[in-house]
């Protein structure tokens, strides 16, 4: 398999014409792929929407993760696809959605069309950036914690990631360092979730340095997320990165599949022309969850998680059906 770029000997092609049957490469040839270099693009394929929805369903569970406080992508169809980030500003590389408690495993790109100047996508290899960086610098990564929080209501949280309620708090349930209040008689609830800047990639079981504090130190606020890192340091792994970051030249029908879990991603800045890219957000089978009823209330959610011997209420208001819970 060819290399996404040879300079830095970074991520991998499949093309049509190295597909002997003439459609898609199969899942485990694709998945391997991933697995191997981190960030493999598919090219001549010619997928519209549909198939390009069809073709990432067969790889995993669309789950979308855009929660935060400003919401810059709109939905582009009732199946989880949204567009990229509206505007034409160069985006700093991250990992998608990783401060959440359900950052997604893959992030699949398709270009529906791009005649832009600039507006290229970036991609870098976070094990190789930890790798890259002074033993005194890894240390102190690894003990930095990225603390997230977040308020809004229930409506607003079933925007802004298609799925039901329910489901949402049983994942939270799942994950570590992931605390939990839901308010039912306002409507609403609180999220607090703690996650390690450096992080175990899926597929290697390897360390790298796939989080979003490049771009927490661009916006200026690395200060409110993060306690007792120094900017500085922040900065000497950003210009590192530069080093290490490919610049992706799109073009329509290209599909862009990156591990989520090393890779991080970003975007050039851009002017004149269109660039439409969207975007869907998988996770892999082994970490399905089991749907649940979307008329279900976040109190019947509430009552599932006591069922669970897993966890344990840190705060019950029987009358007000405020839980808070902590895995142990």
Known sequence: MKFLSDELGLGGVIESSDVLAGGLPGNDELLAA???????????????????????????????????WVTTRKFESSRGTESVDFGNDAIPLHAESYYTPI?????????????ARGGETLICDGERLY????????????????????????????????????????????????????????????????????????????????????????????????ADLDPDLVATVGELAEK??????????????????????????????????????????SLRIRHVDGQADAGTAIKRLLRNTAFRPRSIATNRLVGSWVKR
């Open 131 to 226: 790798e890259s960086l002074p033993p005194d610098v890894q240390e102190v990564l690894r003990s930095t914690v990225i603390h997230w929080r977040y308020q809004c209501s229930f409506a607003r949280l079933v925007e802004q990631t298609q799925r039901p309620l329910a489901e949402f708090l049983e994942w939270c349930a799942r994950t570590p360092n992931c605390e939990v209040v839901v308010d039912d008689k306002q409507r609403q609830l609180s999220i607090s979730y703690s996650a390690p800047a450096i992080r175990t990639a899926e597929w290697t079981r390897r360390p790298a340095f796939a989080n979003n504090l490049l771009s927490l130190a661009h916006s200026g606020v690395l200060a409110d997320w993060v």
């Open 244 to 285: 290490l970051t490919l610049k992706h030249n799109w073009r329509p029908g290209d599909v862009l599949v990156i591990d989520n879990t090393r890779f991080m991603h970003g975007r050039a800045a851009w002017s004149g022309g269109t660039r439409d890219v969207r975007v869907r957000m998988l996770t892999s089978d």
């Open 34 to 68: 991933v697995a191997e270099r981190g960030a493999v693009l598919l090219r001549g394929f010619h997928l519209d929407k549909d198939s390009f929805e069809r073709f990432t369903d067969s790889i995993g569970t669309v789950r979308p993760a855009n929660v935060h």
């Open 103 to 115: 950052c997604p495993q893959t992030v699949v790109f398709w270009c529906a069309n791009s005649t």
